[in-house]
């Protein structure tokens, strides 16, 4: 199984900007194994939801309505490896960032797909 370690996050006021990064340890040549990857938010009170995630051909990424505008994946299929670049934070966008990855047999990912996670980061956004 895939191993996925994330980096990057921390505290930032609003408006501020963080970048996350995930990096997964198995390494399958041009088109991975996992050929979805994304983040998932987990916070008390709205349990985890997907945040946005990519397919390994870059199509139609997905992003939550949330995150539309202010949010940007994106991944480098060479390093395995996943972005979001996050800007405009909102104190709304504090929580626990998981990286996730899965196998898709078309060209598209959903959230129900992902089968791998890792450990989460911590971003927390204060007023």
């Known amino acids: 199984q895939v191993q996925l370690v994330e980096s990057g996050g921390g505290s930032v006021q609003a408006g501020g900007s963080l970048s996350l990064s995930c990096s997964a340890s198995e390494p399958s040549g041009y088109y991975p194994r996992y050929n979805c990857m994304g983040w998932f938010r987990q916070t008390p009170g709205m349990g985890r939801e997907a945040v946005s995630y990519i397919h390994a051909s870059k199509k139609s990424p997905y992003y939550a309505d949330s995150a539309k505008g202010r949010f940007t994946i994106s991944r480098d299929n060479a390093k395995n490896t996943v972005t979001l670049q996050m800007s405009s934070l909102k104190p709304d966008d504090t929580g626990l960032y998981v990286c996730?990855?899965?196998?898709?047999?078309?060209?598209?990912?959903?959230?129900?797909?992902?089968?791998?996670w890792g450990q989460g980061i911590q971003v927390t956004v204060t007023v």
């Open positions: 996730a990855a899965g196998s898709s047999t078309g060209g598209n990912c959903w959230p129900s797909l992902f089968s791998s």
